[in-house]
């Protein structure tokens, strides 16, 4: 009950909350169909109710958002409707139609109780998601891209985009290892989720992944097997199948189901229905290509066969007859050897004798040529010595003459005829001196005369006589 305070009629907040209630059930008694884009389910696994985030959308602008309720019962239902009617559980980022009530909780405040969705009005949403995709695909030319490339000859390295725990990916590899033909291949598993919301985010990822190191293998094969047709949506989604479309390498898909192609296996270089069926297209490929390789060795060895079977006949004939020709050759080269050894024999002493004479006749010459030439070289030397002796006689002459020049030269030079001319000699401390300048005034002085010595001593310098004669 509200009360009076300061003249006012005060209500509780749960009154308030109380009142609100009651407006909204006796508004609202009834459940409406509604349309609303599911942003996130928020299934919690503990209680088993979810707690739907709805929004609405206008241009990329949101015009309005409330918050609903899903009891438990009532979800397990609606998940099995949506597994039998879409093959895929109840998920994010759907669009549905939705009966649900309008409820007020006096703590919770305002949600919507959905109490059924319409699985086949999603079903219609996703597939005008789909067919928005396949759409969007062929007018940006990229539809066919991955189909365009080339498959090598014998595709034998495999990136595989699988889960390991996979019966698929078990099968595909049991199917790859086990041929009859003895056909090796090489693969490298690339771990990916291939169900539920994450299906096409994980599988992009691996795919980049795999890009950066597609110079290692030949293709792609995704491998799911074993889910049949159940969560497939994530396989629709217009990122996923452009970047499969646009991937470098040709991919291939073996997800497990025969029906509602999905737009990454419309995309993909070769979609097997099966994980079995694409090992098959796989080892198909080496057979189309050892079928014929073997027929060729079989023509090939056969052939030889018989080729060498038709030369060694030959060879037999040619050897038959090359024994007959060759001993005839050998009989008649026989006589040619021993006449022309007969020949030679007598030739050669004719020419034996022959070069006998040539020999002594050059001998002799030779002798006679050598004496000549010892007769003219030794005249020759004799004159060359007497040539010689002539100037050698003169050369001593000469010197002789030289030698009575220089030494009377080194007579006048004597100290003893200079002192005979009247000259003398000065010595300080035995050096000869000739200059004043290197005397000083009580320096002993030697004079030698042609006949003795005077001592002296040096009482005053003049060098100015020097200077006078200088002049003079």
């Known amino acids: 009950m509200p009360e009076s305070l300061a003249n006012k009629t005060v209500f509780s907040l749960s009154e308030i909350a109380e009142k609100i209630k009651q407006t909204f059930q006796y508004q609202y008694p009834s459940a409406f169909w509604i349309k609303a884009e599911m942003n996130k389910l928020n299934y919690y696994g503990k209680s088993g109710h979810c707690y739907p985030d709805l929004l609405e959308k206008r241009d990329g602008r949101l015009v309005a958002q409330i918050r609903a309720l899903i009891w438990k019962e009532d979800y397990e239902r609606i998940n099995e409707q949506f597994l ?24 919770y405040g305002l949600s919507l109780r959905i109490l059924d969705i319409d699985p086949s009005w999603s079903l219609g949403e996703l597939e005008r998601e789909k067919m928005a995709a396949i759409t969007r695909l062929r007018e940006t030319g990229l ?5 365009s490339l080339s498959l090598p000859l014998l595709p034998q390295r495999i990136a595989v985009i699988s889960v390991e725990t996979s019966k698929g990916y078990a099968d595909f590899l049991t199917m790859l290892r086990d041929n009859p033909w003895g056909y090796r291949f090489f693969h490298w598993l690339f771990p990916s989720l291939l169900q539920g919301d994450k299906v096409a985010e994980s599988i992009m990822i691996q795919l980049n992944l795999i890009a950066r190191v597609k110079d ?8 799911r097997g074993g889910g049949g047709d159940v969560g497939l949506s994530g396989y629709n989604h217009f990122e996923l199948a452009k970047a499969i479309a646009c991937f470098p390498l ?53 052939t030889a066969l018989r080729l060498l ?15 007959k020709f060759t001993g005839a050759l050998l009989q008649e080269q026989q006589f040619e050897v021993v ?26 010459g030779l002798q006679k040529e050598i004496r000549n030439l010892v007769f003219i070289d ?62 000083l005034p009580g320096d002993l002085l030697t004079t030698l005369l042609q006949e003795g010595a005077v001592e002296s001593r040096v009482t005053a310098l003049r060098p100015e006589l020097k200077n006078n004669q200088d002049h003079e």
């Open 143 to 147: 539809f066919y891209r991955n189909k």
């Open 378 to 439: 030794n005249t020759e030397i004799t004159r060359t010595f007497s040539h010689l002796q002539h100037a050698v006689q003169e050369i001593l002459a000469w010197c002789e003459k030289s030698v009575t020049l220089a030494e009377k030269q080194i007579s006048l030079l004597d100290p003893g005829n200079v002192l005979a001319r009247g000259y003398s000699i000065t010595l300080k401390k035995g050096k000869v001196l000739r200059n004043c300048d290197e005397l």
């Open 309 to 323: 079977t038709k030369e060694k006949q030959a060879t037999g004939l040619l050897s038959s007859d090359l024994i």
């Open 84 to 107: 039998r009617v879409l093959k895929a559980p109840l998920k994010d980022g759907i669009n549905i139609l939705f009966s649900a009530k309008i409820t007020f909780d006096k703590v």
């Open 216 to 223: 290692h293998f030949d293709l792609v094969a995704i491998i």
């Open 250 to 302: 040709p991919v291939m898909t073996g997800i497990g189901h025969a029906t509602n192609e999905t737009v990454a296996e419309m995309v993909a270089y070769k979609n097997g229905i099966t994980p079995t069926e694409l090992a098959g297209f796989l080892i198909q490929k080496f057979h189309d290509f050892s079928v014929p390789v073997n027929e060729a060795r079989k023509t090939i060895t056969g």
């Open 339 to 364: 006449s022309m050894a007969g020949s030679i024999k007598s030739h050669s002493g004719f020419y034996l004798k022959n070069g006998r004479e040539n020999v002594a006749r050059t001998v002799s």
